[in-house]
């Protein structure tokens, strides 16, 4: 029970007012995407910001239930600090995917807002990757809206899957 007031004090002192563990459907997001626009515009957040919170928390679940190694499994949490709010997301994914998830990743990062508008119309008219189960425009979205730009980890688990982490900041 320690443990758990613990988990719930680094949460506070982390700003981090929504999370979620485990396996993650369609049906999940819809609900917990109503709680945190609801959390949202209590705290009186913009119009602006509610949405593009919104959109960020949704792409970043979309990603764990179509590339979860782990049959949907992953952490998702939103939080505050100073004036901005982050969106934080984990999941495994195969090994063979970190290289060619690093590059797209590090590319965007690099790139101003107009690059990433560019970079972002050039995608939609080649389409999506063959491996993608969406249109693969989904990061590329997210740096679009964000006020930093995109962070991200990959740490190895074992020799078939890494564990993947990206923040997002609003």
Do not use: W
């Amino acid at each position: 029970m320690d443990d758990l007031y613990s988990l719930k004090q680094d949460f506070n002192k982390r700003g981090i007012f929504l999370s979620f563990s485990g396996p993650i459907s369609q049906d999940l997001v819809v609900e917990i995407g109503a709680t945190l626009k609801k959390k949202m515009k209590l705290e009186e957040a913009g119009k602006t910001t509610v949405l593009r919170v919104f959109s960020a928390f949704v792409e970043n679940a979309q990603n764990i239930l179509h590339y979860s190694a782990e049959s949907n499994f992953g952490i998702i949490a939103v939080g505050s600090e100073r004036d901005c709010y982050f969106i934080l997301c984990g999941n495994s994914i195969d090994n063979e995917r970190v290289e060619p998830l690093r590059e797209k990743l590090t590319k965007i990062k690099s790139m101003s807002k107009e690059e990433l508008k560019q970079y972002y119309k050039e995608q939609r008219k080649k389409g999506p990757d063959e491996d993608s189960k969406g249109g693969g425009l989904g990061f590329i979205e997210m740096a679009k809206k964000a006020s930093r730009p995109i962070e991200f980890d990959f740490r190895k688990i074992n020799d078939l899957h890494s564990f993947f982490s990206v923040r997002i900041v609003i």
